[in-house]
């Protein structure tokens, strides 16, 4: 009996103890968010700085890694932006045809008595999809002070990474420690892996989106593709979103619902050939993690710091379960999450 009661105790603290930290998450989101991600771009750069460090002074290789990371999240916001802004200008253009569509539906849907939601029907209108688009680039704007948070986190990680390796070598061939830093390379070396895999398949399926959209005549074919890009880095959800927003401005572009069709199908197919079968086939081996794994990861994680969330929930993932690998209690958890492995 006392054993089954110290078993039953451990259990209830392992839960109040998650339940805890999941509140501390979420409450302090505007301080861990930005951290999480800092960590994690500062595993990706890291082997660029090291190896500036061995030919420049350190300051001085820190300032071109920052330099040249900047340039590289500025360059990427402004093709974002321009996508975006030039969807929402043919938007304003389009916005009686978006209208009568509408109104099309409605008519349809009252024909064969299928009731439209109540607030969607009294609200729904050109103006209110305008007004959900600049609601998204407010949210996209109020982005800065986080990402300079993240800037100044990086920053400083990056200055103590070289400090924090000499501290723990220094506690000499303590197991522990051993572990513990052999851990932390294989955490980095997975995130960096993490992101060559999913920049390689949101290039090819921005460069599907694009291509189809201009062998079908849609419109704004290169913002499409950059959006496809950009919104791959999301797993499930972006991929969603990317095919959605195309296919909803096909309806109002193209009178032949033949023409909608394939333009619609044409999208989830380009969508579920990239995600479904080349990405477990080439993430598998890289990442070693489950599909279920990543739903959870980017639902739970969006849930807890919303789209940054959303962004970094997989690779946080990726880390917890690589702890979980070197920690012989925690080891099945590792193998019960871990991705299958392609044999042929």
């Not at 500036?52 to 360059?75: D, H, M, N, S, Y």
Request: hydrophobic share 60%.
């Amino acid at each position: 009996m006392p054993v089954k009661d110290d078993a039953a105790i451990r259990v209830m603290l392992a839960i109040c103890t998650a339940g805890i930290v999941i509140a501390l998450l979420y409450f302090a989101r505007s301080v861990f968010a930005p951290f999480a991600f800092a960590l994690f771009m500062m595993a990706i750069v890291w082997p660029i700085q090291s190896a500036l460090e061995r030919k420049l002074p350190q300051f001085v290789a820190l300032l071109l890694t920052l330099t040249a990371t900047v340039l590289t999240i500025v360059g990427f916001a402004a093709l974002m932006a321009w996508a975006f802004s030039v969807v929402a200008e043919w938007m304003i253009s389009h916005a009686p045809r978006f209208q009568a569509l509408y109104l099309e539906w409605t008519e349809w849907l009252d024909e064969h008595d299928i009731l439209v939601i109540g607030p969607l029907s009294q609200h729904f209108d050109a103006a209110w999809m305008l007004g959900t688009f600049q609601t998204i680039a407010g949210h996209i704007n109020r982005t800065t002070g986080f990402a300079l948070l993240v800037f100044i986190f990086m920053m400083l990680a990056l200055l103590e990474t070289g400090d924090l390796q000499q501290k723990i070598a220094s506690f000499g061939k303590r197991r522990e420690f051993r572990a513990f830093a052999q851990a932390g390379a294989e955490i980095a070396a997975k995130f960096r892996r993490y992101m060559l895999v999913r920049t390689a398949l949101s290039a090819l399926t921005g460069v599907a989106v694009w291509g189809f959209a201009l062998l079908t005549g849609l419109e704004l074919a290169a913002a499409w593709g950059l959006i496809a890009f950009a919104l791959n880095y999301i797993p499930f959800i972006g991929s969603f979103a990317a095919t959605i927003l195309p296919g909803v401005f096909a309806m109002a572009q193209f009178d032949s619902w033949q023409t909608i069709a394939i333009v619609v199908c044409g999208l989830i197919v380009i969508q579920f050939v990239i995600g479904n079968y080349l990405e477990p086939r080439i993430a598998g081996a890289a990442l070693s993690i489950s599909p279920l794994a990543v739903i959870f990861a980017v639902f739970f994680w969006s849930f807890l710091w919303g789209i940054p969330g959303a962004l970094i929930g997989v690779p946080i993932t990726i880390a917890l379960l690589t702890l979980c690998e070197h920690s012989e209690s925690m080891r099945w958890l590792a193998t019960l999450l871990s991705g299958t492995h392609d044999k042929a």
